[in-house]
C-alpha cells in the first residue's frame, strides 16, 4: 500500500553553511514538498545549518561519524546504534547523505532497517578504489553536473546516477533593475579560501591591470594561504573581506564573478547564483565549470592557472562594457532553464518516489 507521506533522513559532514554543498542541502530540504515529505537532519554538530534548517521546523539531530580510516569497533557500533534508534523512533523510510563516511554508516543501517540510501556526489574528482565500493553499497546516486556522475561511468552499469543540478532560488537572486558602469572594473571572488580554488592566479591576472580594476575576494579558510595571497597582492588593487552568510549585496556590487580553481568543483553555487544575478562569470576550464557556462559562453573559460589568459579575458570586458549588458539577458536565461531549484527539486522528489516503490 503507497504511503502518503515518507520521512526522509538527510546526513550532512559539516554543520555550518560556507560550503556550497551544504548551502544546497539546506536549499533541497526547505523546498522539499512538505505534504509528501517530512525531512529529518543529522549533523555532527550545532552551527549555521543546523539553525537554519530548525527555523523551519525540521527535527535535527547531533551525531558526528568517526572516520573510517581510524576505525574504532566501539565508536562504529555506537554510532550504527544510535542511528538505527533515529530510524526507528522516527520511523524512516530512506536515508540521503552526501558523503563517503555518512555512506558508510548510513549503508550498513540501511540493510538492517531495509531502507533505500541516496548518495548525493557534490564533487567530480575521483576517490578511485572508495568510489567502486560507494557505487556497491548506495541504492541510487544523484550528481549536481554530468562532469560529477562521470566519475563512475566505467562501473555504472546499472543507470543507478541521476544528474541534478543544484539550484538557485531565483527569485532571491535577481539582476539589478539598472545596470551603472564603475570607475574602476569591479571583480568578485566569493567561496573557501583555499589553494585548490587557484585564487592567486586571479590576483596575479589582475596584477597585470590594477590600475583599471578592484578585485575584492570574500571568504575563509586556510589562514596561511590567506597570507600568502595578502603579500602577493602588495600594490594591487585587492580588498579582502571576511566570510558571511548573505552575500547577495557583494554579488550584486561587482561586474564579473571569477572561478579560477584547480580542481574540486562539482557544480559551483557562486557560479550558478551570479549567473541569475546577471553577471558576467569568468572560470577555469574545469569539466564542472565548462557544463555550468555551457557553449554559448565559452568565451569565458581560460586554461586552469593560466593567469595570462584570464587578464585577457578581463582585458576584452575593460575595452567594451558592453560585453556586461549583453551577458545580463543570456546568463539569466540559462540560470532559469537549468537552474531552478523549485524544478530540480522535484525531480528529486521522483526518485525519491521512484525508489519508495520499489521498496514497498
Request: hydrophobic fraction near 40%.
Amino acid at each position: 500500500m503507497k504511503k502518503a507521506k515518507y520521512n526522509i533522513l538527510f546526513t550532512s559532514c559539516f554543520s555550518s553553511l560556507r560550503g556550497g554543498g551544504q548551502r544546497s542541502l539546506y536549499l533541497l530540504i526547505k523546498h522539499l514538498d512538505k505534504e509528501r515529505f517530512t525531512p529529518f537532519l543529522i549533523v555532527p554538530g550545532r552551527d549555521e545549518l543546523s539553525e537554519e534548517i530548525t527555523k523551519s521546523g525540521v527535527k535535527i539531530f547531533v551525531l558526528p561519524f568517526p572516520r573510517i580510516r581510524s576505525f574504532n569497533l566501539f565508536l562504529t557500533v555506537s554510532r550504527l546504534i544510535n542511528l538505527w534508534r533515529i530510524i526507528k523512533k522516527e520511523r524512516i523510510d530512506l536515508i540521503h547523505t552526501e558523503s563517503p563516511r555518512e555512506t558508510f554508516y548510513a549503508a550498513l543501517a540501511g540493510k538492517l532497517c531495509r531502507l533505500p540510501v541516496i548518495l548525493h556526489l557534490r564533487v567530480s574528482d575521483s576517490f578511485l578504489w572508495l568510489d567502486r565500493i560507494l557505487f556497491n553499497i548506495a541504492d541510487s546516486m544523484i550528481a549536481v553536473s554530468q562532469s560529477a556522475a562521470n566519475r563512475f561511468k566505467l562501473i555504472d552499469k546499472k543507470d543507478k546516477i541521476r544528474v541534478v543540478y543544484n539550484g538557485v532560488e531565483l527569485d532571491m537572486f535577481r539582476p539589478l533593475t539598472k545596470y551603472e558602469d564603475n570607475e574602476f572594473l569591479r571583480i568578485g571572488y566569493f567561496g573557501r579560501v583555499e589553494k585548490r580554488k587557484g585564487i592567486e592566479v586571479l590576483v596575479r591576472a589582475v596584477s597585470r591591470l590594477s590600475e583599471k580594476v578592484e578585485l575584492i575576494i570574500m571568504g575563509d579558510g586556510d589562514r596561511q594561504y590567506l597570507e600568502e595571497l595578502k603579500s602577493l597582492s602588495v600594490n594591487t588593487n585587492v580588498v579582502f573581506k571576511d566570510y558571511k552568510r548573505d552575500i547577495l549585496d557583494d554579488i550584486a556590487a561587482v561586474d564579473v564573478v571569477v572561478l579560477p580553481s584547480f580542481k574540486g568543483e562539482g557544480l559551483s553555487r557562486i557560479i550558478i547564483e551570479s549567473m541569475a544575478m546577471g553577471k558576467t562569470v569568468i572560470a577555469s576550464d574545469l569539466s564542472a565549470n565548462k557544463e555550468a557556462l555551457g557553449e554559448d559562453l565559452k568565451e569565458f573559460l581560460f586554461p586552469a592557472g593560466d593567469d595570462l589568459e584570464l587578464a585577457s579575458i578581463i582585458e576584452k570586458i575593460i575595452k567594451n562594457r558592453q560585453i556586461l549588458r549583453d551577458m545580463r539577458e543570456k546568463v539569466r536565461s540559462r540560470a532559469e532553464h537549468f537552474f531552478d531549484i523549485k524544478k530540480n527539486t522535484k525531480e528529486i522528489e521522483k526518485l525519491y518516489n521512484s525508489l519508495m516503490a520499489v521498496s514497498q
